[in-house]
């Protein structure tokens, strides 16, 4: 287990303002991943990254950045927040080879 | 990735097994199938995985038809915590680029 905790849990927002979600792993896992989860469409995914500073989008990046400046923690930052961004976000991480992903216990964001 | 298709939902009894069932015909030969499940409101949790032998763990067993076109995910003796969206993805090894997409996923609802 990646022991993988995600920050805040929750987060009630005003649309404009920017967010930050973060991701944090215990186990020095290469690969990190963020995803949102919306009625209708499953499990999406937004960024990933494959060590510090390497990062690349996903299918549903538009409005949102990463960082990983470190290998523990994974950013995902919303610039300017807007109400399609209300979603469930989650995190994984998974460690070199073939492995499954570890996932965290989700941030749910509200945009009002 | 090749896709997978799974039914969009099943039922099984307390205590009987449940067989979880997913085509994926256009699986290539360097792909694996995975299997995870996210229960209500929480993350999705890794299950079992395998290239073209069954496996076996202490939560599943999967079991790949030899042509790799199908495989079915095995809990031996369901109980009511195991009521939950199940998902079965296909995959190339680990890298860069190998990422997992989740489709809609069979609901499986163990009833008393």
């Known amino acids: 287990d990646a022991g993988i905790t995600q920050s805040p849990r929750h987060k009630v927002t005003e649309t404009g303002t920017p967010v930050t979600l973060r991701c944090h792993q215990t186990?020095?896992?290469?690969?990190m991943y963020w995803y949102r989860q919306d009625p209708g469409h499953g499990l999406r995914l937004i960024h990933y990254?494959?060590?510090?500073?390497?990062?690349d989008k996903g299918e549903v990046s538009d409005g949102y950045s990463v960082s990983r400046s470190k290998t523990e923690d994974f950013l995902l930052t919303l610039e300017s927040a807007t109400s399609s961004q209300t979603s469930v976000y989650f995190c994984?991480?998974?460690?070199?080879?073939?492995?499954?992903?570890?996932f965290g216990s989700g941030t749910r964001l509200t945009v009002v | 990735d090749a896709k997978t298709t799974q039914p969009p939902s099943m039922d099984c009894a307390e205590g009987r097994a449940a067989n979880l069932p997913c085509n994926h015909s256009t699986i290539s030969g360097n792909e694996y199938v995975y299997w995870y499940r996210q229960i209500h409101s929480q993350g999705p949790q890794y299950i079992i995985h395998g290239l073209k032998n069954n496996e076996t763990n202490e939560m599943a067993s999967l079991i790949i038809t030899e042509d790799r076109k199908s495989s079915t995910l095995i809990l031996p003796h369901a109980t009511l915590r195991d009521t939950a969206v199940y998902y079965c993805i296909v995959r190339t090894h680990t890298g860069a680029n190998s990422k997992l997409t989740f489709g809609k996923g069979i609901t499986l609802s163990v009833r008393p």
């Open positions: 990254s494959y060590g510090v500073k390497d990062t």
């Open positions: 186990e020095n896992h290469r690969y």
């Open positions: 994984a991480a998974q460690r070199e080879g073939n492995y499954g992903y570890t």
